[in-house]
């Protein structure tokens, strides 16, 4: 819950005004895991509390280790189905990458999660969940929304969890630590642009709209030459960073030819373009190209004036590609 609607919540239960601000304090702050723990709240209030809320916190339900340090935790929602959250430990920084739906309606070609249907948006408290119950939380230094879903088609509940994570009352973490990916859903972009100051990363790969629609559906509904005009219209020159996700596809999108495409596209944005290798998925006939093709596309993007680097891929012997463990899981689940 966000401030206001503790507010809400201690006013009908008859508490003091300040007991919203308390509350906020044991949830985000302290972290417990069950109201008998506010102890700066009266026996009485506890119990008329306990009696209509939990604190909602739920531990992931398995894990899967990398050698490289990454983990993939699994998370039970209460209609059956899993979620995937990863841990990135990198020298001095800790990542977590969360979801915010339970598959997705995007479909994109190369993604497991989009394979899966979509079954539903995630709340504001399971978003929020898979932080707050991480293991390494006390090593986080960064969020991105870069799991199973789409965060600007979950919009109300995503922005309530940014809202949470960034607000003095909540973690009062810095915008510039969260970054939400997104296939660019016009209007749902724009309230996040306006009403939040996180990082924003679009997913890209392909800067023709014709071999955009072959890999991605959305590209019919929200055109990417639609999202970069309506991206011109915000400044990213100060701290705020905006970057395209560009996953290199054999044979597909790893031409000189796009590289030309992609710098008229985005010619005179303040943004970063990160290559990205792609995870094989099955029953996919898509490929990852070698690092060779990679640092050529980097340095002809870099040369021709458009900051680009190259993003290490994490946790490759772990089901790396995003959907991958909770479908797995969840075909367990139906066979059984």
């Not at 408290?125 to 088609?153: A, H, K």
């Not at 031409?255 to 094989?280: M, P, Q, T, W």
Request: aromatic content about 8%; proline content about 4%; glycine content about 6%.
């Amino acid at each position: 819950m966000t401030l206001s609607e503790l507010q809400e919540v201690t006013k009908g239960l008859g508490m003091p005004g300040f007991a919203a601000k308390q509350l906020a304090q044991w949830l985000y702050v302290k972290r417990v895991r069950s109201i008998d723990e506010m102890t700066n709240l009266s026996l009485k209030h506890r119990s008329m509390l306990a009696d209509s809320y939990v604190v909602g916190v739920a531990a992931p339900v398995n894990e899967m280790r990398s050698q490289d340090g990454t983990v993939k935790y699994l998370y039970h929602t209460p209609d059956n189905h899993f979620v995937e959250t990863v841990f990135i430990p990198d020298e001095d920084r800790g990542t977590v990458c969360v979801s915010s739906q339970v598959g997705c309606k995007m479909n994109c070609k190369f993604c497991m999660t989009g394979k899966q249907g979509f079954s539903g948006n995630l709340t504001a408290n399971q978003i929020i969940n898979q932080v707050q119950s991480l293991p390494e939380y006390e090593q986080l230094t960064n969020v991105v929304m870069m799991g199973m879903g789409e965060p600007l088609d979950n919009i109300d509940e995503v922005m309530k969890a940014l809202e949470i994570m960034t607000a003095p009352w909540g973690y009062a973490w810095s915008p510039k630590r969260i970054t939400l990916s997104t296939v660019g859903l016009k209007k749902g972009l724009q309230r996040f642009l306006e009403e939040s100051e996180c990082h924003l990363a679009v997913s890209l790969h392909a800067p023709v709209p014709a071999l955009r629609r072959e890999l991605m559906p959305a590209e019919k509904a929200y055109s990417i030459t639609e999202v970069v005009d309506l991206l011109r219209n915000y400044d990213f020159s100060h701290q705020r960073r905006l970057s395209f996700e560009y996953i290199v596809f054999k044979g597909v999108n790893d031409s000189v030819l796009y590289a030309k495409e992609l710098l008229k596209l985005l010619r005179g944005l303040d943004c970063r373009v990160n290559l990205i290798r792609f995870h094989a998925i099955p029953n996919v006939d898509l490929q990852g190209v070698e690092m060779e093709k990679m640092t050529e596309l980097r340095d002809y993007l870099t040369q021709h004036g458009l900051f680009t680097t190259i993003r290490a891929s994490r946790g490759e012997d772990i089901f790396a590609a995003c959907g991958m463990l909770s479908t797995a899981k969840q075909e367990e689940i139906n066979k059984n």
